[in-house]
């Protein structure tokens, strides 16, 4: 079946399959299995995301790679397949450019979280870094949190070390909030962007499609 006609009747069942985040031929969408396939071979690949060794700054993620890390991979995001609620919703989305898949960005809001609270992460494969995408993708995660979702806080995470993470955080108007070492010893730096931060930042011409079905499923 087609992908978007895919995304079309998941988007009944699952509202966050509706969403849509466009900005110069990069496009957010909810993934489908032959998306997350191929993003799986890129989480498969020795070195597909961070240098051999580096894996810790991923933060949870394990040392695997091959099958292994496919599977961890995909099992990790079917499980975010679940209908929203005003408590807990998740919105993973593909990086798409030109018909290929280069990375994932999740827009969500857990159970421990405050209202009004979205939670951003995102990798790409490392063979698309360092020329200015992973602001760009953070950017339009937040245009869909703070236009149209009505957040009014985004946080993320990231290792000591990922100076990458931590300098598109900067860019995009986060401030460091606090320090944690996590369960895997790695030492976290946490952030959290206001809107009015955001809003110095902001990109221009960030098109936003199909939110109102998920709108209605988180509004408490
Ligand atoms: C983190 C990540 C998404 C950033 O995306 P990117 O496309 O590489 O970053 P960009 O090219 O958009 O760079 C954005 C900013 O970071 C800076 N930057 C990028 N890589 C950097 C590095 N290794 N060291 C220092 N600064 C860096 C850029 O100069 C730019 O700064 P500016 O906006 O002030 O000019 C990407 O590197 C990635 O996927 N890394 C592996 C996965 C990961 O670590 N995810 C986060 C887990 S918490």
Known sequence: MDADLLRADLAALYPQYGLRVAHQGTVLLAPTDEELLELADIVAEPGGIVAPGRVGELLGWPEDEGAA????????????????????????????????????????????????????????????????LGRRVRLMLLELAFGPLGMTRAVTAAAEGNEASRAVSAACGYRETHRATGSDGVLEVHAAVTVAAWRKKRLRDVDVEGVDALLAAIRS
Request: glycine share 10%; proline share 6%.
């Open 69 to 132: 890390a496919a599977r961890r991979f995909l099992e990790w995001a079917w499980r975010l397949r679940e209908a929203p609620t005003p408590a807990r919703w998740r919105a993973p989305m593909a990086v798409l450019d030109g018909g290929r898949v280069l990375g994932l960005a999740t827009l969500a809001h857990e159970l421990d979280d405050p209202a009004g609270t979205a939670r951003t992460a995102s990798w790409l494969a490392r063979a698309e870094q360092g020329r200015g």
